[in-house]
T-cell receptor, first 112, second 117 residues
Framework: ELKVEQNPLFLSMQEGKNYTIYCNYS?????LYWYRQDPGKSLESLFV?????AVKQEGRLMASLDTKARLSTLHITAAVHDLSATYFC????????????FGEGTQLTVNP | EPEVTQTPSHQVTQMGQEVILRCVPI?????FYWYRQILGQKVEFLVS????????KSEIFDDQFSVERPDGSNFTLKIRSTKLEDSAMYFC???????????????FGPGTRLTVL
């Protein structure tokens, strides 16, 4: 059974600080997805990581993938309040067109 | 920019009633999905649909659930006899824009909040 585990599940941080969210998955997949969800809203695709060593950056967020360690990270640089949301990583087990198995989500709160 | 749409945004029903949730996936996407999210919990896969048939389903997707693509644009999820525990947000998603070579990035609709009383 494919498992995806995130930590921490809750993260409260001050504006301007840096932090990393970790995502461990159980398969030999070489692709990993990050989504953002605001309260009561849908899931917004943030990053698609398609190979070992992939690194993608968008604004204050940077995601990376280490398929050997089965680990993806989402790094937040100099957090701002607008980044407050729940962040999910998801894995497909490496099969195209396959289900996404989501982690439990990391609820990020950025305090002024 | 193309997007997945869903209707209704909120559905309230009595236990035991049938509900149909509707979705219009992104044009030219080939894979369609339904997920659900119980309040405060993670997103769970229900079913995927490709080439007019179910390609994969989870243990949640029992005989009470069915999916259909009645025409070239709509994709529906039917729950035949709703239970209290079916109350959740239901998300439709689609993936694989063949013209762009797709990477299985799944695009989610805004969701339908189903409340079973």
């Amino acid at each position: 059974e494919l498992k995806v585990e995130q930590n921490p599940l809750f993260l409260s941080m001050q504006e301007g600080k840096n932090y990393t969210i970790y995502c461990n998955y159980s398969t030999t997949s070489d692709r990993l997805y990050w989504y953002r969800q605001d309260p009561g809203k849908s899931l917004e695709s943030l990053f698609v990581l398609l190979s070992n060593g992939a690194v993608k950056q968008e604004g204050r967020l940077m995601a990376s993938l280490d398929t050997k360690a089965r680990l993806s990270t989402l790094h937040i640089t100099a957090a701002v309040h607008d980044l407050s949301a729940t962040y999910f990583c998801a894995d497909t087990g490496g099969t195209s067109g396959s289900r996404l198995t989501f982690g439990e989500g990391t609820q990020l709160t950025v305090n002024p | 920019e193309p997007e997945v749409t869903q209707t209704p945004s909120h559905q309230v029903t009595q236990m035991g009633q049938e509900v149909i949730l509707r979705c219009v996936p992104i044009s030219n996407h080939l894979y369609f999905y339904w997920y659900r999210q119980i309040l405060g919990q993670k997103v769970e896969f229900l079913v995927s649909f490709y080439n007019n048939e179910i390609s994969e389903k989870s243990e949640i997707f029992d005989d009470q659930f069915s999916v259909e693509r009645p025409d070239g644009s709509n994709f529906t999820l039917k729950i035949r006899s709703t239970k209290l525990e079916d109350s959740a947000m239901y998300f439709c998603a689609s993936s694989w824009d063949l013209r762009r070579g797709g990477n299985n990035e799944q695009f989610f609709g805004p969701g339908t909040r189903l409340t079973v009383l």
